[in-house]
């Protein structure tokens, strides 16, 4: 054997990206027949995973666009009062719809007046319907506390 021969050696991080290439392509492939796979990627848009482990495992899976995200902000708690005119009306957006709490221009939009605000987000697919409801509570110097109040799947129909 020649000492100038280079030795062909597997390149252990290259295996491990190829790997998870692999699986997250085997995710985006099984997201549309699989229900638990559609679910769970709804609740990580949602920030609503059981466990921050399992929200970190699914990073690498890009955003989706195809999810019918929505959200409404509201002034007061749903159903306190019935407005005569209703205003608020569900807006669209792509994915992650929690940016709308998270986010500096929406959050500082949103929350700087210092009140409360009850936030609803939907996100729709392939007949599953995740909604959360989020309450922002302000607590002082520009900051707010992130009250959820419920995060469940429903029907399609319950999406406005």
């Given at each position: 054997m020649?000492?100038?021969?280079?030795?062909?050696r597997?390149d252990?991080?290259?295996v491990?990206?190829?790997?998870?290439?692999?699986?997250?392509?085997?995710w985006?492939?099984l997201?549309?027949?699989?229900?638990a796979?559609?679910?769970?990627?709804m609740?990580?848009?949602h920030?609503?995973?059981?466990?921050?482990?399992?929200?970190?495992?699914?990073?690498?899976?890009?955003?989706?666009?195809?999810?019918?995200?929505?959200y409404?902000?509201?002034?007061?708690?749903e159903g306190?009062i019935?407005?005569?005119?209703?205003a608020?009306?569900?807006?669209y957006?792509?994915h992650?719809p929690?940016?709308?709490?998270?986010?500096?221009n929406?959050?500082?939009?949103?929350?700087h007046?210092?009140?409360?605000?009850?936030v609803?987000?939907w996100?729709?697919?392939?007949?599953?319907?995740?909604?959360?409801?989020?309450?922002a509570?302000?607590?002082?110097?520009?900051?707010f506390k992130?009250?959820?109040?419920?995060?469940?799947?429903?029907?399609?129909?319950?999406?406005p």
């Open positions: 020649d000492s100038n021969e280079p030795h062909s597997r252990p991080l290259f491990l990206i190829l790997l998870g290439v692999g699986v997250v392509s085997v985006l492939l997201m549309p027949f699989s229900p796979i559609a679910r769970a990627t609740k990580r848009f920030l609503s995973t059981d466990s921050f482990a399992w929200w970190a495992v699914q990073a690498p899976v890009p955003a989706m666009y195809n999810f019918g995200n929505r409404e902000i509201r002034d007061l708690p306190l019935t407005p005569v005119i209703d608020s009306r569900p807006r957006i792509n992650f929690t940016r709308v709490l998270t986010f500096a929406g959050r500082y939009s949103l929350l007046p210092g009140q409360d605000r009850w609803t987000l996100s729709s697919y392939r007949g599953q319907t995740l909604i959360t409801k989020i309450h509570k302000p607590i002082g110097e520009g900051r992130w009250i959820r109040e419920s995060s469940t799947f429903s029907s399609p129909e319950e999406m």
